[in-house]
């Protein structure tokens, strides 16, 4: 993985900056600090201004792992497009999809909250019920592996069977054949006509959007993780203000720094 703040990370920004290309990026852990208080999660204020700046520029996305109701009011208009609920939720998604998702999941919920009631209290499990998606947190717990092992083994017994994604001290569980943000980030790409996609994602449930294969422009990884198919990374979240703020100069064409001088002077 290449560090994407160092000389050829900057350089492969300023040729994504010539392409038309969908800006997208993840919210908890992304533009937003991850926090053991989910309901409080916010944007800082500068990295909302930089971000607001850019989508005045160029397309931008927020694909999340919240419902779009959740999401909503916590990016208060500042770029145009969101999808929630790990791909499944977006203004691209057919009504009849999500009112299936949601039939599902509400089924899922009641056999959790009957038949498995008591593994999950055992286990220390709280349900989140996002509509259309389910996702099972176990922060806080003595054993996270073990839990987590027996959580994957309880969900394979919901009917029918969910697709699994791994997040950080949780599962989430989807209907069947949603194929996570991946597939969600590129119908959005190619519906607003863009030839390539920039993603920042932090966990394995963007791993679905680093290893698509076709349309990625770039794709960037908040911590250096040796399996990530993602080519780029930042060592940690802070670092997100800095990619936007050099993004929205280099479409300007104004030097940001002296680094971005320099590439002016060699291009």
């Known amino acids: 993985m290449t560090y994407v703040l160092s000389d050829e990370g900057r350089r492969a920004l300023r040729t994504l900056a010539e392409k038309p290309v969908l800006y997208a990026f993840d919210f908890d852990g992304t533009l937003a600090p991850i926090s053991p208080d989910r309901d409080t999660v916010q944007i800082s204020p500068s990295i909302n201004e930089w971000i607001k700046e850019l989508a005045k520029r160029v397309p931008c996305a927020i694909v999340s792992g919240r419902a779009l109701a959740d999401l909503a009011p916590r990016v208060s208009g500042t770029v145009p497009y969101m999808i929630g609920n790990h791909g499944v939720e977006s203004s691209l998604t057919p009504a009849p999809t999500l009112l299936w998702a949601d039939g599902i999941c509400q089924g899922w919920k009641r056999d959790l909250s009957i038949r498995f009631a008591q593994a999950l209290k055992e286990l220390g499990v709280e349900i989140e019920d996002k509509r259309y998606s389910l996702t099972l947190h176990y922060r806080g717990v003595p054993e996270p592996a073990r839990v987590r092992m027996a959580l994957l083994l309880l969900l394979q017994q919901l009917s029918p ?107």
């Not at 349309?215 to 250096?224: P, W």
């Open 161 to 267: 069977t969910p697709r699994l994604i791994l997040g950080k001290l949780s599962v989430n569980a989807l209907p069947p054949g949603q194929g996570g943000k991946g597939p969600a980030v590129l119908a959005l790409m190619v519906h607003l006509r863009q030839v390539g996609l920039f993603f920042v994602g932090d966990d394995e449930t963007d791993e679905s959007v680093f290893g698509l294969a076709e349309g990625l422009a770039m794709g960037i990884r908040i911590g250096k993780h040796a399996d990530s198919r993602a080519k780029f990374y930042l060592k940690h979240q802070g670092e997100i203000e800095e990619v936007i703020r050099f993004l929205v100069h280099r479409i300007d064409r104004t030097p940001e720094s002296a680094d971005e001088k320099a590439g002016h002077k060699s291009e």
